[in-house]
């Protein structure tokens, strides 16, 4: 049965531009790209992006019902299909620890920091790491990473992916292991790395609205990165209650994809000033609403020379911090021995005895 426009949930005037149009139901614009729609009804490129989620959106639920029925899962059945999924490990044997194995894959995950703390290494490490193949402990997939600061240095990229691969082949032992370094090199790597560039939050939008097609066409895809999400958001907004709108559309989107297609969604975060009891203090950007979106919030700072990784919201892990530092090889641990034990940052297992009980923060 096909569905008129006029039953989705549009403004009028949106409805009266497209029935103008020739458009009658949501079947004639389910080929439509949005810019093509902009064109076609005179609408703006954002009021075409957000016609096209609804119909999407209302079409998908139509198909997902299976016909009005309820789909559903058992709790064992979740429990096994967790198990099945992996982790992308970060380099950083302590931060992997405090993630019960690395970043999830499954769930998004926002890294927030300061400029220069190492946010954007971070997500360079992990789109090589999510490359490893499976005989090396890894999920063998391919990245898709959005780049909305410019901030992608491709030189970068070439040095953390020699550095693991290098890693990679000290640890050959059997057969399938060195037939797998045969196809594991820098240049599969950087292969099998999508990079799109978004200056805007519209350009962002579209690209997230074409990602279903993009993933049906590149099943391999299990880490999606956005460094940073803040940026386009935090620029040309005057009515805030419709940035938000637009967040909340976005941070639900994010969670289907993670959990539709069994991938890693990593974001980044700015930091802002707020005040609070008359004392500035720094707080991640995009307000408190958008706190919530992330499945794993980590907060990289500084205390001093250090930079310390703090996991401070996760349903699943205990609140910890744990020291790292940013080599020429990449994101890395900090040698323990090194350090006196009162300059040791405390780490999971350190945490659990101290704050037994205060499972997530």
Same mark, same amino acid.
């Given at each position: 049965?096909?569905?008129?426009? $006029?039953?989705?949930?549009?403004?009028?005037?949106?409805?009266?531009?497209? *029935?103008?149009?020739? =458009?009658?139901?949501? @079947?004639?614009?389910?080929?439509?790209?949005?810019?093509?729609?902009?064109?076609?009804?005179?609408?703006?490129?954002?009021?075409?992006?957000?016609?096209?989620?609804?119909?999407?959106?209302?079409?998908?639920?139509?198909?997902?019902?299976?016909?009005?029925?309820?789909?559903?899962?058992?709790?064992?059945?979740?429990?096994?299909?967790?198990?099945?999924?992996?982790?992308?490990?970060?380099?950083? @044997?302590q931060?992997?620890?405090?993630?019960?194995?690395?970043?999830?894959?499954?769930?998004?995950?926002?890294?927030?920091?300061?400029?220069?703390?190492?946010?954007?290494?971070?997500?360079?490490q992990?789109?090589?790491?999510?490359q490893?193949?499976?005989?090396?402990?890894?999920?063998?997939?391919?990245?898709?990473?959005?780049?909305?600061?410019?901030?992608?240095?491709?030189?970068?990229?070439?040095?953390?992916?020699?550095? *693991?691969?290098q890693?990679c @082949?000290?640890?050959?032992?059997?057969?399938?292991?060195?037939?797998?370094m045969?196809?594991?090199?820098?240049?599969?790597?950087?292969?099998?790395?999508?990079?799109?560039?978004?200056h805007?939050?519209v350009?962002?939008?579209?690209?997230?609205?074409?990602?279903?097609? =993009?993933?049906?066409?590149?099943?391999?895809?299990?880490?999606?990165?956005?460094?940073?999400?803040? =940026?386009?958001f935090?620029?040309?907004?005057?009515?805030?209650?419709?940035?938000?709108?637009?967040?909340?559309?976005?941070?639900?989107?994010?969670?289907?994809?993670?959990?539709?297609?069994?991938?890693?969604?990593?974001?980044?975060?700015?930091?802002?000033?707020?005040?609070?009891?008359?004392?500035?203090?720094?707080?991640?950007?995009?307000?408190? $609403?958008?706190?919530?979106?992330?499945?794993?919030?980590?907060?990289?700072?500084?205390?001093?020379?250090?930079?310390?990784?703090?996991? =401070?919201?996760?349903?699943?892990?205990?609140?910890?911090?744990?020291?790292?530092?940013?080599?020429?090889?990449?994101?890395?641990?900090?040698?323990?021995?090194?350090q006196?034990?009162?300059?040791?940052?405390r780490?999971?297992?350190?945490?659990?005895?101290?704050?037994?009980?205060?499972? $997530?923060?």
């Open positions: 049965m096909q569905r008129t426009l $006029s039953s989705l949930s549009l403004s009028p005037s949106v409805k009266i531009k497209l *029935v103008a149009a020739g =458009f009658q139901f949501t @079947s004639d614009l389910l080929p439509l790209k949005p810019l093509q729609l902009s064109k076609e009804a005179s609408l703006s490129q954002l009021e075409a992006l957000e016609v096209l989620q609804t119909v999407r959106r209302e079409e998908g639920g139509d198909e997902g019902g299976g016909g009005g029925g309820l789909a559903s899962l058992t709790a064992l059945e979740l429990l096994q299909k967790e198990e099945e999924l992996k982790s992308i490990v970060t380099f950083s @044997s931060l992997d620890a405090a993630l019960g194995g690395g970043l999830p894959v499954g769930k998004t995950t926002e890294i927030c920091g300061a400029p220069g703390v190492g946010k954007t290494q971070l997500c360079l992990l789109a090589v790491d999510v490893v193949p499976q005989c090396f402990g890894g999920i063998g997939g391919q990245v898709l990473y959005i780049d909305t600061e410019g901030s992608f240095l491709l030189q970068r990229v070439v040095d953390i992916a020699a550095a *693991v691969v890693h @082949s000290l640890l050959v032992e059997d057969d399938e292991q060195r037939v797998a045969t196809t594991f090199t820098v240049e599969t790597i950087l292969a099998n790395m999508f990079l799109v560039r978004c805007d939050y350009e962002l939008l579209a690209e997230l609205h074409l990602l279903p097609d =993009f993933l049906s066409e590149h099943p391999k895809v299990r880490l999606l990165v956005i460094d940073s999400v803040a =940026f386009p935090r620029q040309h907004f005057d009515e805030m209650s419709r940035r938000t709108r637009l967040l909340n559309g976005l941070a639900q989107q994010l969670i289907a994809m993670a959990t539709g297609h069994d991938m890693a969604v990593l974001m980044t975060n700015q930091m802002t000033t707020r005040l609070q009891g008359g004392q500035s203090q720094q707080v991640p950007a995009l307000g408190e $609403s958008w706190g919530h979106a992330p499945t794993i919030r980590i907060l990289l700072h500084w205390a001093g020379s250090r930079r310390l990784a703090a996991i =401070f919201k996760s349903p699943d892990h205990m609140g910890s911090t744990v020291q790292y530092q940013i080599t020429s090889e990449g994101f890395r641990d900090v040698d323990q021995s090194e006196p034990p009162s300059k040791r940052p780490t999971h297992t350190d945490q659990s005895a101290a704050s037994r009980g205060d499972a $997530s923060l």
